[in-house]
């Protein structure tokens, strides 16, 4: 029985209310030494819960998050929704529950695992398959179920809650929370103008000889170098692989072992997504780690978790608002509290020490659409002995 069954329903609003209040600050993945792996499966892992519903401010802090959309404002959710979520239950069960507490009459049947597996899955099933909403935690694989056509076209009130540029051009998906490429460095042996600002200079610098790591199992890793392909091509993509191996790159299985193996000292550079240098910084304030951005190139790239609604979907309204309850005011706080991703939203901003979205250099020209070739980056990477 879920656990939500187990009190009476009647008072549910209610109550969200009462806990989201009365839950305070949890262990941040950074204090409790939680890391992320290749699938986003444990990365995401917080006790945080959702701010107050209609409050306008987040109850961790003095946050203004009333810019954004309050689920006040949006269509209450009724019936049963199936969701394939690529993220991790630790993080999505947990705002999945506040969400079915808030409203009496919905409920969430969630299948975990990663996101390149439900994809698969989702193909294998074709019209048989019960999923309605996929969550992502990368546009690559949110763009593999449109090419596939296993998609249905979200309402202009949820594309619109995001810029452009952060959804499908076609309407099939949309992001909810973004994660920006960075370098992470230990200021104890670099400063800020030592981290080149192009992504492809990285083989040819010597002081990353045997200092410099990389989780190439990591999906968001495989998204950065299916940009490079995009960008640079693909023989310019095998060199630059190469070129790092005979650099001595040090693989870890996910990124948060990547930042935390700077932070220690036991390598003095990296390549992850920017929440988990935030993570150990929440945790470790006086770590000697800090983040350093490329410009323009495969290295700064800024992709997107997401969600869409299938073609299988049995109420395809219910999924499309579900989609949009994620990009409410009170989930992007959230995200933005348990993941240090950043918000897609405006007027909820993220956190940590963090350039504004509109402060970062991502490269000019590349949709994230054109992400979806995964398949075409692992048979790169096993052709280079990477895999």
């Keep these: 029985m879920d656990e939500h069954d187990q009190e009476p329903r009647g008072h549910g609003r209610r109550r969200f209310i009462a806990t989201a209040a009365a839950l305070g600050l949890g262990s941040l993945a950074g204090c409790a030494g939680l890391g992320g792996d290749s699938q986003d499966q444990s990365g995401d892992d917080s006790s945080e819960a959702v701010g107050q519903i209609g409050s306008g401010r987040s109850p961790f802090g003095d946050r203004d998050i009333s810019g954004g959309v309050s689920v006040t404002e949006m269509p209450d959710l009724e019936g049963e929704l199936t969701l394939y979520s690529g993220r991790g239950e630790a993080l999505v069960g947990e705002l999945l529950g506040f969400f079915e507490e808030y409203y009496d009459d919905f409920d969430v049947v969630p299948r975990y695992n990663s996101a390149t597996e439900l994809v698969n899955q989702i193909e294998t099933e074709g019209e048989n398959s019960p999923a309605d909403v996929f969550?992502?935690?990368?546009?690559?694989?949110?763009g593999a179920l449109k090419d596939a056509g296993r998609t249905q076209e979200l309402?202009?009130?949820?594309l619109e809650l995001v810029r452009d540029e952060f959804h499908d051009p076609d309407g099939q998906w949309t992001g909810t929370s973004g994660r920006a490429r960075?370098?992470?460095?230990?200021?104890?042996?670099?400063?800020?103008?030592?981290?080149?600002e192009s992504i492809m200079e990285f083989p040819e610098t010597e002081a990353f000889r045997d200092n410099i790591g990389w989780a190439p199992t990591y999906s968001s890793f495989q998204a950065f170098?299916?940009?490079?392909?995009?960008?640079?091509?693909?023989?310019?993509?095998?060199?630059?692989?190469?070129?790092?191996?005979?650099?001595?790159?040090?693989?870890?299985?996910?990124?948060?072992?990547?930042?935390?193996?700077v932070a220690d000292g036991e390598i003095y550079a990296g390549f992850t997504n920017h929440y988990y240098i935030q993570r150990i910084l929440a945790g470790r304030p006086d770590a000697p780690l800090s983040t350093a951005f490329t410009a323009g190139d495969a290295g700064s790239i800024f992709n997107v978790a997401g969600a869409l609604v299938l073609d299988?979907?049995?109420?395809?309204?219910?999924?499309?608002?579900?989609?949009?309850?994620?990009?409410?005011?009170?989930?992007?706080?959230?995200?933005?509290?348990?993941?240090?991703?950043?918000?897609?939203?405006?007027?909820?901003?993220?956190?940590?020490?963090?350039?504004?979205?509109?402060?970062?250099?991502?490269?000019?020209?590349?949709?994230?659409?054109?992400?979806?070739?995964?398949?075409?980056?692992?048979?790169?990477?096993?052709?280079?002995?990477?895999?």
């Design 225 to 261: 170098i299916t940009a490079m392909r995009v960008l640079e091509g693909e023989e310019a993509t095998r060199q630059w692989l190469e070129g790092m191996q005979e650099l001595g790159v040090s693989e870890y299985n996910d990124e948060f072992l990547v930042a935390q193996a």
């Design 182 to 196: 960075t370098v992470p460095y230990n200021t104890d042996q670099f400063s800020e103008s030592d981290i080149p």
């Design 135 to 142: 969550f992502s935690i990368n546009a690559g694989s949110l």
């Design 312 to 387: 299988t979907a049995d109420d395809a309204e219910l999924g499309a608002n579900f989609v949009r309850h994620l990009l409410s005011a009170e989930a992007q706080d959230y995200f933005a509290r348990t993941t240090f991703e950043y918000p897609l939203v405006s007027g909820v901003e993220p956190i940590g020490e963090l350039p504004t979205i509109d402060e970062l250099n991502p490269p000019e020209g590349l949709d994230l659409t054109q992400l979806s070739d995964l398949e075409g980056t692992v048979q790169l990477l096993r052709e280079v002995g990477v895999l």
């Design 155 to 158: 309402p202009s009130e949820v």
